[in-house]
């Protein structure tokens, strides 16, 4: 009977939360939305505060705040680890707001988001490329972050994936005895 009870009244305040979410979604207080997504997003709870993130973009857009929305909205696809648009994001706010003092920030993430969406070494590698170019573009970019000796180490270690992965497809043509295609790879 207990377990029952306690069960109905947390089925209860579960519910009664997701209606006071889904009345924040509906309504016009924009101030109340952004301060309940800052609260979603520091809670580490990107999944809602993203759509609220998203209705501010379209009406604070052109504002001084359109570049902090942004950023989290970046951010909040990046702890949904959904790698690429996050990339994306980072990218196109480091190209909108290059002077921004998370400029540099944002150029970092956007290689380190590619790195999170590498691949397993057995698959195709060209997210691995991408993300060696983008650090590189960040190195070259910030000569003299404190970042760089990072985006180095992460740069080194996707080479000796690729490294192992060119090796990985030689031997199995060695295996095949496929000797001349081993020799080319």
Known sequence: MKISSLLLLLSVITLSGCSDYEKLLKSD???LKSERAKAYYNEGDYARALPLLDQLLTVRMGTSEEEEIRYYIAYCYY???QFLIASALFKN???SFPRSYRAEEALFQNAYSLYKASPRIDLEQSQTINAINEFQYFVDTYKKSERVAEANELMDEMRKKLEEKEYNSAMLYYNTENY?????T
Do not use: E
């Open 93 to 95: 706010f480091f190209k």
């Open 29 to 31: 207080d924009f101030d």
């Open 180 to 184: 001349q295609a081993a020799a080319v």
């Open 79 to 81: 702890g949904q680890s």
